[in-house]
């Protein structure tokens, strides 16, 4: 086992990268720990697998360095570097028995014969493959094949780490979560470091402690499933965890001020909302800075109201509006209300039990409060935190 | 909505039978191959204009069924009627559908315009309102942009957009999709599902959407046939036939996790579970007789704390938190049943870990043991509802 | 799935039909008929049954053709298939080496039969030939129409040169079928070149050196015009294969009912020889448990 750390890492996959653009992995630094179970979760062409494959030594870097407990091993093949790896495709050698599959890693360096008896059967027992060992590779199911894939990696007691690329691509669906239940087990036992890679949501958070979210050939987010909901620090982070993403609005100045230059007025896409001091400040000083500034809400957070309140003196609530319904999803446990008001477009999240039905007319005019400690401020794409 | 009509009657010269507002109407059909049942006795009408959802699971029966109404395969019982008219021996060039397939199926040597362009240049529509129809399709799909590329350049959800286009640009009767979205990242597929619902408001052709999920179900809305073994079990509007299913099936094949089901009895004045739960005999369930009943319990209702003093509580292990944005879902397990708890907000829990998950009684549903709903909860949409709207 | 109950449809295959008579069904009839009968002249024909099958299987120079031929073609199988292997294997796999290299395996692919033997014949001899000439030089007594074991080598020679590359290409499709993949896992595994080559590479060439090996099987049970233009069938019978004992069978002595019962034989040869070496590798592939198929 070792901790794994990528130092100034950046790869191209052309000779003579020209710009930015040209980066499958633009400049990065990562630590994975050991013995963690991570996640590296993105959207297809993010980089995630070029990524993974830098690790395990299949691709060499374009710069930087990779580091096994601090050793650099940069020139050492994957064979020399001690991991195993679970590819989209389940990989089995055909014609050996599942036995002489997950057996084959050992027998590879000559590991005496007993020794391998040992661990293969432990291994097989973990994975429920016992009553496979007979069977030929080239027979069995997919999900069976993804489990001999893994078995081999866990054969092995000098493995460094575990990485897997999407493993439950072709996995049924009814089978799917028996596999995810069974690489949490595993990781909980044999307490190996396990790095996985997918675009979905669900199979990362459900898999990891920590998920790196990579967008554009970075990690914009490394942190535990909760912070990538509660506290994204990335506008991508939010659009792309929760369903629907998270919303944003652009902020502006509108308005002539005093001078007749600067505009005084704070606008949401166009809409004027009402801030606190510390929350104007904060995006002012960054209008200063930048034209690029938005403030981000999860549709969970958006609280809806029939009727009027008045939300003045409710210091527990930031902003306030009045928005129409345009339409509304009722998926069963909850709803999801598209709202609007000239250019500005919201979606919020209404749980049973709420005064509004969830087959509410499109047209109905709604009081949307946005609470104070759910709001983020977003600068350049990236979150400031703002001090209320 | 206006200029889809206007496209619709334009079709009447070239494609011969087409009528602007059809109706769908399957009597009695069944289609057998090599003595297995691969469809049995189905009846069904759909509404002109309507946007229906068959849900089921991997072989419910769902292709076949979209096959028939197609034209592609003729059932070897009943009568397949298109706005009263017999259509059952008439093929699939003499129907005017058209379909989306899960995989992306595009001309690869042609640019996206040819390809959406294709099925009006078979009718042989003249070049203008040719090109006028394939912007206007690409507009609402979002691929004007693209109109020149080649569409193996494109992204999987760029050439499912493609496929689409060319499925609605020749304004067909029946627009069929058999799992469009299976192959796209979830983003995707959010984005399509909300789509496709305003899509279709606008247009008078009937649409029916193939699906094993059922929140893709909820999240189109429109009428939901639900399939099981190549039977129907149950049709009506989507929110309707998930809060009232008729049987445990219904409830079973429409619930994303599945709903739990608690063997109980009813005996005296007292419900039993586990042999070890007990609750008194409350106001909704009290109609019930005396008996076995299975009792079915909404993840969502499954919660971690007590919500209401009379909330029923059992002690489970727990198998596996599964994690989704800013839901968790709860898999346990007791000696006697497997439960899944659908929670709201990102909880973490080492498997083998002992919970107790407390549910109320309210939103219990009941079925008989021939499988039928003898009792559903509260149904109106919302719980607020109940207060009067 | 995608039925259509036309029956019409049927008449389609009419040209295949008309085609394959043509081709195959008749021409084969002709010999059955041959067969059974003894022809003098077109006018004059016995039925005789099954006595030219009898008479054939008893011919002692037939039966030591049939011997030659089946040392010759085990022992090109033995070469060619090995060899195919290891070209396929040493072939690089992309850039312009690729697209070049292809063409020259391809080439001996293209020359015809008897223009190989021709060349061959060129090759071999002792004055102007190539080979010939070299071997005389360092001393070896080379001579194909004297000595059997030259005679046999060189027939050997010549049909490995033509044919390896046939098993070479198909081996090269085959290993450029096996996804990167598998060659990541087994680095990661840490197998050696051997294994590599043992574990992945060969048996995802199984399916293609099937056909490999039954095309050569076939082909080189059927060579004719390479050995005739080379050697003539000599020096004596040595290199005389069936299809020669045959065709001087058939038209030089125009004993024409054997020959039809010979071709027929040796067409139940072949074919018996296919299918068992196929169902043989058919079964390999199976799982040995009972009820553990599920392939």
């Known amino acids: ?388 | 909505m206006r200029y889809a009509l206007a496209l619709c009657r334009g079709m009447d010269s070239t494609a011969g039978w087409t009528n602007a507002y059809m109706s769908l109407s399957l009597e009695a059909v069944s289609r057998v191959v090599a003595n297995e049942t691969h469809l049995d006795q189905i009846s069904l009408t759909l509404d002109p204009g309507s946007f229906n959802v068959l849900l089921g699971r991997t072989l419910a029966g769902k292709t076949s069924l979209m096959r028939l109404m197609a034209g592609l395969d003729r059932p070897s019982s009943g009568r397949i009627l298109m706005s009263g008219e017999d259509v059952t021996e008439r093929g699939v060039r003499q129907r005017n559908v058209s379909m989306v397939y899960q995989q992306f199926i595009n001309y690869p040597h042609q640019t996206v315009f040819d390809n959406i362009a294709s099925p009006l240049k078979i009718a042989r529509v003249p070049r203008d309102e040719i090109q006028a129809r394939v912007h206007e399709v690409a507009k609402l799909l979002h691929i004007e942009h693209l109109l020149e590329r080649m569409p193996l350049e494109l992204s999987g959800g760029q050439q499912q957009r493609t496929a689409m286009a060319r499925a609605l640009v020749k304004d067909a009767d029946l627009v069929l999709f058999d799992e469009p979205l299976v192959n796209l990242d979830y983003k995707l597929r959010e984005e399509f599902r909300e789509e496709l619902g305003t899509l279709f408001a606008s247009r008078d052709c009937i649409a029916v959407y193939a699906t094993t999920e059922p929140a893709e179900a909820l999240a189109l809305g429109g009428h939901t046939a639900i399939l099981h073994e190549g039977r129907l079990i149950q049709y009506g509007p989507t929110p309707e036939v998930y809060r009232q299913p008729m049987s445990l099936t219904a409830a079973e094949m429409f619930s994303e996790p599945p709903i739990n089901v608690l063997d109980g009895y009813i005996r005296g004045r007292e419900v039993t579970f586990d042999e070890d739960v007990h609750f008194p005999l409350d106001e909704a369930l009290s109609a019930l007789a005396e008996g076995h009943y299975r009792f079915g319990v909404r993840p969502s209702h499954l919660a971690l704390e007590r919500q209401a003093v009379d909330d029923l509580v059992l002690d489970v292990q727990v198998d596996l938190a599964e994690i989704s944005g800013s839901e968790t879902f709860l898999h346990v397990h007791n000696d006697k049943v497997s439960l899944v708890a659908h929670l709201a907000g990102v909880h973490s829990f080492a498997v083998d870990q002992q919970v107790s998950l407390y549910f109320p009684v309210h939103g219990l549903y009941a079925f008989d043991d021939s499988g039928a709903t003898v009792h559903a909860p509260d149904a109106s949409p919302s719980a607020g509802s109940r207060g009067g709207k | 799935m995608n039925k259509v109950r036309n029956n019409r449809a049927w008449w389609l295959i009419l040209p295949m039909l008309a085609l394959v008579a043509f081709s195959a069904i008749i021409p084969l009839m002709t010999v059955v008929n041959y067969s059974v009968q003894d022809v003098f002249d077109p006018h004059t024909r016995f039925f005789t049954g099954t006595e030219w099958f009898v008479q054939m299987l008893n011919d002692p120079s037939l039966q030591a053709a049939l011997l030659r031929q089946f040392g010759f073609s085990l022992t090109i199988l033995a070469i060619e298939v090995p060899l195919g292997i290891g070209i396929a294997l040493l072939m690089p796999k992309r850039g312009w080496q690729a697209s070049a290299v292809l063409i020259l395996v391809t080439l001996p692919l293209l020359i015809p039969w008897n223009v190989v033997g021709s060349i061959w014949q060129i090759f071999t001899r002792g004055d102007i030939g190539l080979m010939g000439w070299s071997l005389r030089e360092v001393g070896y007594a080379y001579n194909i129409t004297s000595s059997p074991l030259d005679a046999w080598l060189t027939i050997v020679l010549m049909d490995v040169w033509h044919w390896t590359s046939l098993i070479a290409l198909l081996c090269y499709s085959g290993l450029r079928a096996i996804p990167e993949a598998y060659y990541q896992a087994a680095r990661i595994d840490r197998a050696s070149r051997w294994a590599i080559f043992r574990y992945i590479q060969l048996p995802k060439l199984t399916n293609v050196l099937v056909i490999g090996v039954l095309l050569r099987f076939m082909h080189s049970f059927m060579i004719y015009a390479e050995p005739f233009v080379l050697t003539g069938g000599g020096p004596g019978n040595s290199t005389t294969f069936l299809s020669q004992s045959l065709a001087v069978m058939a038209t030089a002595q125009f004993d024409v009912g054997p020959a039809a019962a010979f071709s027929l034989i040796y067409f139940l040869i072949i074919l018996l020889v296919c299918w068992v070496f196929y169902t043989l590798i058919m079964n390999m592939q199976k799982d040995r448990v009972p009820g553990g198929d599920h392939g």
């Open chain 1, 1 to 388: 086992m070792a901790e794994i750390t990528l130092s100034q890492l950046a790869h191209s996959y052309q000779a003579q990268p020209s710009g930015e653009a040209d980066y499958a992995i633009r400049r990065m630094d990562h630590v994975w720990e050991e013995g963690g179970a991570y996640a590296l979760l993105g959207p297809s062409g993010c980089g995630k697998s070029t990524l993974l494959n830098i690790i395990s030594g299949l691709l060499a870097p374009s710069s930087g360095e990779v580091l096994f407990n601090g050793r650099r091993v940069n020139e050492l093949p994957p064979e020399e570097r001690n991991i195993a790896q679970v590819f989209q495709f389940p990989v089995v050698y055909d014609t050996m028995t599942v036995y002489d599959n997950l057996a084959f890693p050992l027998r590879n360096v000559k590991t005496p014969e007993e020794t391998v008896r040992q661990r293969v059967m432990e291994v097989a027992d973990s994975l429920d493959l016992v009553a496979q060992l007979d069977r030929k590779a080239r027979n069995l199911t997919a999900d069976e094949k993804q489990k001999v894939s893994m078995g081999r990696g866990l054969v092995r007691d000098d493995v460094t780490a575990i990485l897997f690329d999407e493993p439950l691509t072709v996995i049924d669906p009814q089978l799917k979560f028996k596999l995810r239940r069974k690489l949490k087990e595993i990781h909980q036992r044999f307490a190996v470091t396990m790095i996985y890679v997918t675009h979905d949501q669900l199979e990362a958070s459900t898999f990891a402690d920590r998920i790196a979210v990579m967008y554009d050939g970075q990690i914009v987010q490394f942190g535990t499933p909760q912070e990538l909901f509660e506290r994204p620090t990335h506008t991508f982070v939010g659009y792309f965890i929760g369903s629907p993403g998270m919303n944003f609005m652009s902020m502006a100045l509108q308005g002539e001020g005093a001078d007749g230059e600067e505009g005084d007025e704070l606008v949401a896409d166009g809409q004027s909302l009402v801030l606190s001091q510390a929350w104007q400040q904060a995006v002012r000083k960054a209008l200063a800075q930048t034209d690029n500034v938005k403030l981000g809400i999860r549709p969970e957070f958006v609280e809806l109201a029939v009727e009027m309140v008045d939300e003045e003196g409710d210091d527990r609530v930031e902003a306030f509006l009045t928005m129409v319904v345009e339409h509304s999803q009722d998926l069963g446990t909850y709803a999801i209300f598209t709202l609007q008001r000239d250019d500005l477009r919201l979606k919020a999240r209404v749980e049973e039990g709420h005064p509004l039905p969830f087959d509410v007319a499109p047209g109905t005019e709604v009081r949307v409060r946005f609470p104070a400690q759910r709001f983020g401020l977003y600068v350049d794409e990236y979150r400031w935190e703002v001090e209320a």
